[in-house]
């Protein structure tokens, strides 16, 4: 039987139960946001579109739940929110056709007791966790922080204690790998938010978005060599203990949402060079690259290259304006764009859906049925 940490208390609890009324909040608001995204689409949307003739109106009526997902995973991040036992939201997942789940960083102790013996059963699988599992109430070592670029070393050396932590139960759990957000420049205040404000306002190309767009890039740019060299040594030093312990477990660093965190796709490839040899590589966020792609902080195609041959895994995912976690094709009504990640899909090691609530079990079943259809068609 695996054993349960024990470590996450009452106030762990609270202050994950707490943020249910806002999550249920933003599932509303993004169920709005896609609807008028699809009500202001020029002809307006009725899936039929594109050249590649996928008559998507037809599909959408066949479409049925839970057709067998093979190797893809899916993302506890989907329906965490809405469960009080690990074991419903497992079955939950189950019954759209995933054999396997990454289990997200929000996942507690509580949910863990009885998602546990629905591992050791062979009911479900597990591909990958997210760092820092299981839940810890500490925002300093959240998903938006400094981690492993910290220059207090007391917390750094924490940091690796955790992200080694993860990688335990990533391999008592028989998952591949374990994704992790390694950092991020510090600033005084959420820039990025400010940023997508003017940018949604104004635009990329506005004179307000360029001024704070070059005072973020500014700070940015002189800072990242710093927590990039603070970040290595702590994945060096995770690497090595996880090796000591002969877990075969990779390290997936994975691009990110906000712009003034780490990596991009060329600071991601270039540590990963710099620690060749370690169970390091790209964990490529679609969602997140697609974003700072729109932002102007990297070009997904062009930097593609730079990563290929060292993806971890991946989340796929789909972006709407800036906002994402939405299944691909599906909610923007585009039938090309996400098309350019389908390579880095047929070659990721791990395959992980990362989807937001709002995201309908049909919505899903069709997004998976176009992405194999495509695959097929671009023979991946």
């Known amino acids: 039987m695996i054993g349960v940490t024990k ?4 106030a762990q609890s ?39 003739g996928i008559a998507l109106a037809g599909q959408r009526q066949k479409a049925s739940d839970g057709s067998d997902k093979g190797e893809y995973s899916f993302s506890t991040c989907w329906n965490i929110r809405r469960h ?19 289990l997200n960083y929000n996942v507690t102790p509580e949910l863990l007791s009885t998602i546990e013996p629905m591992i050791d059963k062979g009911e479900i699988g597990v591909s990958s966790v997210h760092n820092t599992f299981p839940f810890i109430a ?9 981690l492993l670029g910290f220059d207090d070393e007391e917390k750094r050396q924490r940091a690796v204690e955790l992200l080694v932590q993860s990688a335990d139960y990533a ?40 001024a704070l767009w070059s005072e ?19 994945l060096e030093e995770a690497c090595e203990q996880i090796a000591a312990k002969g877990w075969k477990v990779s390290l997936g660093i994975e691009t990110r949402s906000r712009c003034y965190q780490l990596p991009t796709l060329r600071e991601a490839s270039s540590i990963i060079e710099r620690l060749k040899g370690a169970s390091v590589g790209l964990w490529y966020d679609f969602g997140h690259a697609t974003m700072m792609e729109r932002m102007g902080l990297y070009d997904t195609l062009e930097d593609m290259d730079a990563v290929r041959g060292k993806i971890a895994g991946v989340h796929i995912h789909e ?11 599906i909610h923007s009504g585009d039938l090309s764009y996400f098309d350019r990640f389908l390579p880095i899909i047929a070659e990721a090691p791990v395959k992980v859906y990362e989807l937001k609530a709002v995201c309908k079990p049909e919505e899903i079943e069709l997004s998976h049925t176009m992405l194999l259809e495509k695959l097929s068609a671009a023979r991946l």
């Open 7 to 10: 470590r996450a208390g009452r």
């Open 14 to 52: 609270q202050t994950f139960n707490g943020a249910a009324d806002a999550a249920a909040s933003r599932e509303t608001a993004d169920r709005k946001h896609v609807d008028a995204a699809r009500a202001a689409a020029e002809p307006p949307f009725d899936g039929t579109q594109g050249t590649e």
């Open 84 to 102: 009080t036992t690990g074991s419903g939201m497992i079955d939950e997942i189950r019954s759209l056709g995933f054999r396997r789940v990454e």
């Open 138 to 146: 500490d925002s300093d070592y959240g998903t938006d922080s400094v």
């Open 171 to 210: 391999h008592r759990y028989g998952a591949a790998a374990v994704v992790v957000h390694p950092g991020e420049i510090p600033f005084e205040y959420n820039i990025d938010h400010e940023l997508k404000k003017i940018h949604a306002e104004y635009g990329r190309h506005s004179a307000e978005y360029q």
């Open 216 to 234: 973020m890039l500014e700070r940015r740019e002189r800072l990242a060599p710093h927590y990039i060299q603070r970040i290595e040594r702590s």
């Open 319 to 329: 972006t709407v304006g800036l906002s994402d976690h939405y299944c691909p094709y």
